[in-house]
T-cell receptor
Framework: AAGVIQSPRHLIKEKRETATLKCYPI?????VYWYQQGPGQDPQFLIS???????DKGSIPDRFSAQQFSDYHSELNMSSLELGDSALYFCASSLGGYTGELFFGEGSRLTVL | GDSVTQMEGPVTLSEEAFLTINCTYTATGYPSLFWYVQYPGEGLQLLLKATKADDKGSNKGFEATYRKETTSFHLEKGSVQVSDSAVYFC????????????????FGKGTHLIIQP
């Protein structure tokens, strides 16, 4: 069965650079969530989209922005990168807005040097 | 705000031992409760869930019962295997957006489970 696809899987950037992560949800899923997981930490909710509109906002820094496109894929844009942004970024998808049951991708590991 | 508290790890057990990982929560409203599992180098996978009080979620020999009176959702398994070694996250979700919308999950800190042969 098709799963959530994230790209790139690994990304290395310098401080103050910009990075973009992409997420392709499970086919027919209309809801996308972004989470940030630091080393040894629990996933922190960043932002979510339902039917291409921002739905819920968590601890997403102002330097980050995200959107969901007409094909339901989503992109997380991170600017002015800081060392503390180094983390595993997970995307998850679900069908029909709130269900509570999320399907996670394998994550994109961002390293900021 | 909403929060989840789960027992600190790592938890180390021998194969075939009985497992309990405690999880308690605070939430406004009536949350749905979940256990997610993360194997090394992988994303999170839903293990089981319960959406209302007294519901019991179960999967792969794991069980958890939604206890509203104690605000708990403890994870149990009668006989663990080496392949159960992973990090387990308790999580909750409270529906805030009526008529649709995607409310994020609130996770606990995770419990690293190590099963020795």
């Amino acid at each position: 069965a098709a799963g959530v696809i994230q790209s790139p899987r690994h990304l290395i950037k310098e401080k103050r650079e910009t990075a973009t992560l992409k997420c392709y949800p499970i086919p027919r899923h209309d809801t996308v969530y972004w989470y940030q997981q630091g080393p040894g930490q629990d996933p922190q909710f960043l932002i979510s989209f339902y039917e291409k509109m921002q739905s819920d906002k968590g601890s997403i820094p102002d330097r980050f922005s995200a959107q969901q496109f007409s094909d339901y894929h989503s992109e997380l844009n991170m600017s002015s990168l800081e060392l503390g942004d180094s983390a595993l970024y997970f995307c998850a998808s679900s069908l029909g807005g709130y269900t509570g049951e999320l399907f996670f991708g394998e994550g994109s590991r961002l390293t900021v040097l | 705000g909403d929060s989840v508290t789960q027992m600190e790890g790592p938890v180390t057990l021998s194969e075939e031992a009985f497992l309990t990982i405690n999880c308690t929560y605070t939430a406004t409203g009536y949350p749905s409760l979940f256990w997610y599992v993360q194997y090394p180098g992988e994303g999170l996978q839903l293990l089981l869930k319960a959406t209302k009080a007294d519901d019991k979620g179960s999967n792969k020999g794991f069980e958890a019962t939604y206890r509203k009176e104690t605000t708990s959702f403890h994870l149990e398994k009668g006989s663990v295997q080496v392949s159960d070694s992973a990090v387990y996250f308790c999580a909750l979700s409270v529906r805030r957006n009526s008529g649709g919308g995607a409310d994020g999950l609130t996770f606990g800190k995770g419990t690293h489970l190590i099963i020795q042969p």
